[in-house]
């Protein structure tokens, strides 16, 4: 039954997605309307298919940047929510601290940290971190917090020690919130690394579209722009995927009983 549906659903996704390109397609073509301002999605396909080995490079840098980023950014929200789980008094003023660090402007942090770490890959890590640690620090802390308090009463009736509490109650209790930061932080990475690669960097995806930005040349810029796209959806799709696999009681309902 869920087969079924996901299959459906990938259907229309997939048909909505090729009517907006064949309207894209259409309005360039009708209107006349040059490259330089908005290329089709068929030049921009013949520009990516011409350049194999430049967006490949880049496509590999950019996401070897938010992989790393979005690591570090799942594990610190992880390990921080679970410390403020175990210890509630901490939670006001470390999610004070965590709401400043998220309404400070990446973009403005990103120069600083080029200037003072250089152009390397180090500061483009921490950038795409510090966007992803937010909504995994929010998720799994609401999570861990929706753990079901009689079954947390008849645990202590057992006299199970905290972390066993943790380990077999509260941390699947949390991992379907876990999943949903995971979703939202996913494409996040991607951003974060595009934004910290505008500041100056060697290589990456956000390197070739500014560069593509600074000379007017468009096919190339969206040529990037399909390919951030394209990862997005697949590491969304791919975490819906482990999710399902995870989290397999999630969606039991009782007509499938």
Partial sequence: ?????????????????????????LAVFSS????YLLPSPSHILKTLFANPELYVRATWFTLGEA????TLGVLAGVL???LLSLAPRLEGG?????????STPMVAVAPLLTLWLGFGVLPKIIITALLTFFPVLVNM??????????????????????????????LPYAL????????ISAPLALI?????????????????????YTNLNLPYLFAAIFILAAAGMLAYWGLAGLEQRCVFWKGTSQDEF
């Fill in 32 to 35: 006349g309307i040059q490259p």
């Fill in 192 to 212: 974060g690394a595009v934004v910290a690669e505008w500041t100056g960097a060697s290589g990456g995806l956000g390197r070739t579209m500014w560069l593509a």
């Fill in 80 to 82: 921080l929510a679970s």
């Fill in 141 to 170: 802390l609401s999570g861990l917090h929706s753990t079901d308090a009689a079954l947390v009463d008849l645990f202590r009736s057992w006299h199970t020690g905290r972390w066993e509490t943790y380990f077999h109650l509260r």
């Fill in 176 to 183: 379907p919130y876990l999943f949903a930061a995971l979703k």
């Fill in 67 to 70: 992989l790393a980023g979005l």
């Fill in 1 to 25: 039954m869920n087969g079924e549906r996901q299959t459906s659903s990938t259907m229309i996704a997939a048909a909505i997605l090729l009517f907006f390109f064949i309207v894209w397609e």
């Fill in 94 to 102: 470390v999610m004070t601290l965590a709401i400043l660090i998220k």
